[in-house]
């Protein structure tokens, strides 16, 4: 979902806000989108695509600016003592919208408040990956590797709080398994690490992904979608690995 500082209406994609008939010479300047993270993940793909296509539409810059850090709270905050203008958007998510506000009760903002929604743009798949070196070949023996080694394994996540991170609590609690997490201030800086080999595996939205598993650089072991992906027809979900409506997206 994106949410603007309380200015836009309800509106589907990359159409104008209702309220722009009523608004003469909107937008007057650029429009900033803030995404909450660093560069390099999913985030920042969607709100890429999205500014690239609003520019043209508008005949006027939406520019991206990369505020990472914080799990999201340093950018929401900017945005809300935004100027009630309409010109600065942010990707919200369920961090920033749902789990913040019950782990972080005294945030200087109010999500409710100080934000309106306009729409929703992107449902992204949910992937689990692993390094190529850890020694197994796919999720049961990952999983077999991880509850055999509690703790000495490692997956990282774009930050605490953030949907891969929910993702692989989610999978811990439901396969009763010890794996330590490592947040960073986005997928960028995750991928990092993850490609080097300082951390063994991850969960984290489809788009940022692909490149690496095509690459052979990261190994697909499961997928969040209550479907198996057409892109990869071998890798199951992870209800299919015994857990009946295990379902996960961003």
């Not at 985030?43 to 520019?63: D, K, P």
């Not at 509850?147 to 394994?153: E, I, Q």
């Amino acid at each position: 979902m994106t949410l603007t500082r309380r200015t836009a209406l309800a509106a589907p994609l990359l159409a104008l806000p209702s309220w722009v008939c009523a608004q003469a010479g909107w937008p007057r300047q650029s429009i900033r989108f803030v995404v909450p993270f660093a560069p390099g993940g999913t985030s920042e793909i969607v709100a890429r695509t999205v500014a690239a296509e609003l520019s043209e539409q508008l005949g006027q810059t939406v520019y991206v600016e990369n505020k990472g850090g914080g799990a999201g709270i340093p950018a929401m905050q900017d945005v809300a003592k935004s100027a009630l203008d309409g010109h600065t958007l942010i990707p919200g998510h369920v961090g920033s919208l749902a789990v913040n506000p019950c782990i972080f009760p005294n945030q200087p903002f109010d999500v409710n408040r100080d934000f309106m929604p306009m729409t929703l743009l992107a449902k992204v798949p949910t992937l689990f990956v692993i390094h190529p070196d850890v020694a197994t070949r796919n999720y049961k023996e990952f999983v077999a590797c991880v509850k055999k080694n509690p703790g000495r394994l490692n997956y990282g996540t774009a930050g605490n709080a953030n949907a891969g991170h929910l993702a692989m609590e989610y999978l811990k609690l439901v396969e009763g398994m010890f794996i330590t997490h490592i947040p960073y201030r986005g997928t960028g800086p995750m991928l990092a690490d993850l490609l080097a080999g300082g951390t063994q595996a991850s969960s984290a939205g489809l788009p940022a992904l692909i490149p690496h598993i095509r690459a052979g650089k990261l190994r697909a072991i499961a997928v969040g979608t209550a479907q198996r992906m057409a892109q990869w027809p071998d890798v199951p979900t992870v209800a299919e690995m015994g857990h009946k409506d295990f379902e996960t997206s961003q």
